[in-house]
């Protein structure tokens, strides 16, 4: 079976986190996002892998290779300019045009079952078929009406007060007929939810949808990146432990994943859900509360407080300080006596000094030095990388 990531955007909502990577090589669990996609897409029979790549394509290609690592098999088609989500796949058409196949985003993920939506694509005359899932707020996705044989007759993109006829939000997710390619402008910007669906309604062109439930998000902001780390976190098999690990009068409560050569000092706690990448050293009474991911090469010091919190690699976080719900980027560096209230986002090679506290919700952009004793209640942008 075939498959479609879309990876052409350039994740502005998620800044300051993709000055440096696209959006699919985010970090969940120490490994870039698409991977986890990819590896999805594997166990549910999907081997044929076409990726539709603009902003900084080549870190995902080092991530993914040509995909014989996963047991898939890649090809990349290049956007020269941005064509919109159905002008993107209509640019790889020659690989996708012989028999049907999903469409999946490059910042999703899931455990959704996608062999189920092909074989009700399958079943049905439908063009498309469109993975639908029920959101308590629907605001941000495009919206579907449909009937109890599937059918979709109305379909709204991110709809006002007032125009909220259902909650049952489109998930990107696409079981494609090859004909859809005739509906599709080559070398045009053209978009699936704004542009498409719209056209083949109009035309009377059927289009079906599906009802998905399990774990689904699009990793679009930093809010929906915190709520798939968790969820990933959650389903994390039990404790495992890779190469040497070492530690003393630790408490130690799984489930874990540890890497390599991790250190953790005297008297500190470990309650999880918790990932830590190899070569990492925790010092003596430390806190790291669930829900937490750790890189590699991180230093934390004594009496730290970590909780719900997802660092990157590289990262130094000095004695005394509390993170709480924060994201922090590579090769960072807290002082001591730091506060990181619940929402913050900090960028690479951002120096926060002794005793700062950066309020909840601030974004702190790369590079970016922090004053000693600093109360930071507002973003603060580096115009060089704005």
Known sequence: MKACIMCGGEGTRLRPLTFERPKPS???LNKPSVVHLI???????????????GYMAEKIEESLGDGRLFGVHIEY??????????????????????????????????????????????????????GLMSIDDPREFGIADMDVNNRIHRFLEKPGPGEIFSNLASTGIYMCSPEIFDWIPKDEKY?????????????GEKINGMLVCGHWTDVGSSTAYRQAQRWMLESLPGTSIEGNFNTKDARIQGPLKIG?????????????PIVIGENTTIGDNVLIGPYTAIGSNCVIKDNCRILSSYIFNDVTIGS??????SIIDNDTIVGQNCNL?????????????????????????????????????ETIINPEFD
Do not use: C
């Not at 978009?191 to 035309?203: E, G, I, N, R, T």
């Open 26 to 28: 985010i970090p969940i």
């Open 39 to 53: 590896e999805h897409l594997a166990k549910e029979g999907f081997t044929e892998i076409v990726i539709t790549i």
């Open 77 to 130: 088609v290049y956007e020269e300019k941005r064509l919109g989500t159905a002008g993107g796949v209509k640019n790889a058409e020659e690989f996708l045009k012989d028999e049907p196949f999903m469409i999946v985003g490059g910042d999703h993920v899931m455990d959704l079952s996608l062999r189920t939506i092909y074989r009700q694509h399958e079943m049905n005359d439908a063009i498309v078929t469109i």
């Open 191 to 203: 978009d699936f939810a704004k542009d498409l669906f719209p056209a083949l309604m109009s035309k």
């Open 260 to 272: 390599n050569n991790v250190i953790v000092g005297t008297n500190s706690a470990l309650v999880g």
């Open 320 to 325: 005394n300080t509390n993170a709480s719900g």
């Open 341 to 377: 209230e619940n929402g913050t986002v900090i960028g690479p090679r951002v120096i926060i000094r002794d005793d700062a506290t950066i309020h909840s919700d601030v974004k702190i952009w790369p590079e970016v030095s922090i004053k000693a004793g600093s109360r930071i209640k």
